[in-house]
Each structure stands twice: as C-alpha cells, then as structure tokens.
Nanobody, 119 residues
Framework: QVQLVESGGGLVQPGGSLGLSCAASGSIPSRHVMGWYRQAPGRQRELVSIISSGGDTNYAESVKGRFTITRDSAKNTVYLKMNSLKPEDTAVYYC?????????????WGQGTQVTVSS
C-alpha cells in the first residue's frame, strides 16, 4: 500500500505563484511515475504534469512554461511550482502515483488540495 499526502494550495491572485508538495509513504517500488492532476467544477479530471522515477517530465499544454514539476527521490516527494497563475487554473489538485509492475499497473491518489486563483 502507498499513501500520498498533499500540502500547499490555497488562494492566490492572478499572476501569483503557489507550490504544492506530495509525500509518498509505504511500499514504493523503483518503477513508478508521480504527478499532478486537477479537476475543476463540472469538468473531468485532467493531467497537469508527471515525472518518472528516472526524472522524465511531461506537462499539459496549458501549463507549459508556467508550472515546474520536480522530485526528491530520497524523500519520495514530488513538488509542483506554479507561476503566472490564471483563474482557469482554479481546481482541486490531486497527486497520483502509478506503480509499474511487470504485468500490471496500480494507481494511488492523494486526497486533493484546493487551488483558487482569484482577485
């Protein structure tokens, strides 16, 4: 089992910055991908950014150049630095870990943290 605990989030004005962190604990195999997804009211959950255990990253087009994902492998923690925030970035942000086994994959989710961009 894997537990994910998110922190950060809150209220920020447009153009501002915010940081999220997600700490994983439990039995964590070496092959995994961690990342952030978000869900705005009335919309489907969508990918924001992911980072592999090898450090490869991927971003949604809407956040490229504004958001940066990093990880501290020693702490099993992933971070999301969000700059130049826009009102459309308002959503509940969820941390996710995908564990890749030989024959299957398993997803774990955090509880979510609210990010609100508003003046």
């Amino acid at each position: 089992q894997v537990q994910l605990v998110e922190s950060g989030g809150g209220l920020v004005q447009p153009g501002g910055s915010l940081g999220l962190s997600c700490a994983a604990s439990g039995s964590i195999p070496s092959r995994h991908v961690m990342g952030w997804y978000r869900q705005a009211p009335g919309r489907q959950r969508e990918l924001v950014s992911i980072i592999s255990s090898g450090g490869d990253t991927n971003y949604a087009e809407s956040v490229k150049g504004r958001f940066t994902i990093t990880r501290d492998s020693a702490k099993n923690t992933v971070y999301l630095k969000m700059n130049s925030l826009k009102p459309e970035d308002t959503a509940v942000y969820y941390c996710k870990m995908k564990i890749i086994y030989a024959l299957y994959e398993t997803d774990y989710w955090g509880q979510g943290t609210q990010v609100t961009v508003s003046s």
